[in-house]
């Protein structure tokens, strides 16, 4: 593991987490009754929430793999969650042995299981930092322990920035983002997806009302507004587009007609 500072908190079981809101629409078990209320109380709200969290888990799987068949050989993965299997570094090492994969969370539950199960290729490396999405310059610091940030970086946040406010004072996305896409060599890409109020957005109202009274600010964003985090870049074939569209597995086309999944996905390449 890459070392991180500042050290871990103890695990906060009397509010719900995203990253274990997450774990549970995913049948997981790395999570605890606050998360689980919350999780089925916007699932009641949103009938979409358990197809968008897989939706997303696809969708991260199928840009990984796309970005390492293209040459990529080190991935920056912020706001991970707990580990899923397969996992990014999974997926990435199944093509390029070699590639080397940093993974970053604010979560301790998701330290605990990162040192447990993040067991990566001989070839390469897996590394986990706990930090904030917040703190890039941490994140960046740590990371770059194992990446070389002189040569091309997958960033990917998938199903993170919904969970980020616009506001200059507070977290300032678009912001944030710009900073750690100054921070990439040319030639590196971003990966993003994103709860988008267009494709649904009586329940994804409800959703954000209910994430907020669980003390977790949400921020669905229009086609617009996601677009601008691709600013500069070069955005892949097919573009934005609903999550469940970019570049559909077999998998991914059955579930489409499971009905709509209220997120957008795109990757970009940085010129």
Do not use: C
């Not at 890459?2 to 078990?29: C, E, F, N, Q």
């Not at 990162?114 to 290729?121: I, Y």
């Amino acid at each position: 593991m890459t070392g991180s500072d500042p050290a871990p908190a103890p695990i906060d079981t009397s509010r719900p987490h995203p990253a274990r809101v997450y774990d549970w629409w995913l049948g997981g078990k790395d999570n605890y009754p606050v998360d689980e209320e919350l999780a089925r109380k916007i699932l009641a709200a949103d009938g979409t929430a358990v197809r968008g969290a897989r939706a997303n888990r696809r969708f991260m799987h199928r840009a990984v793999r796309t970005l390492a068949e293209a040459g990529i050989r080190q991935f920056l993965d912020i706001g991970t969650g707990i580990p899923t299997e397969p996992n990014l570094h999974q997926v990435a090492q199944a093509v390029a042995p070699e590639a080397r994969i940093v993974y970053a969370d604010n979560d301790p539950i998701v330290l605990r299981h990162a040192e447990a199960l993040l067991h990566g290729s001989a070839e390469g490396a897996t590394e986990y930092v706990h930090a904030d999405v917040r703190d890039p310059d941490l994140i960046l610091r740590l990371a770059g322990e194992s990446l070389d940030f002189d040569r091309p970086v997958a960033l990917s946040l998938v199903a993170l920035t919904h969970y980020l406010g616009d506001a200059a004072d507070g977290d300032d996305v678009h912001g944030l983002l710009k900073r750690y896409a100054d921070a990439l060599a040319p030639g590196s890409y971003l990966v993003l997806s994103q709860v988008t109020p267009d494709l649904n957005p009586e329940a994804v109202g409800r959703a954000a009302g209910l994430f907020a009274r669980g003390g977790t600010p949400f921020y669905p964003r229009s086609l617009t507004e996601f677009a601008r985090f691709f600013d500069g870049l070069e955005l892949l074939g097919p573009g934005i587009i609903p999550v469940t569209g970019w570049r559909p597995d077999p998998e991914d086309v059955a579930a489409q007609t499971e009905g709509i999944v209220p997120v957008y996905a795109g990757v970009a390449r940085k010129p």
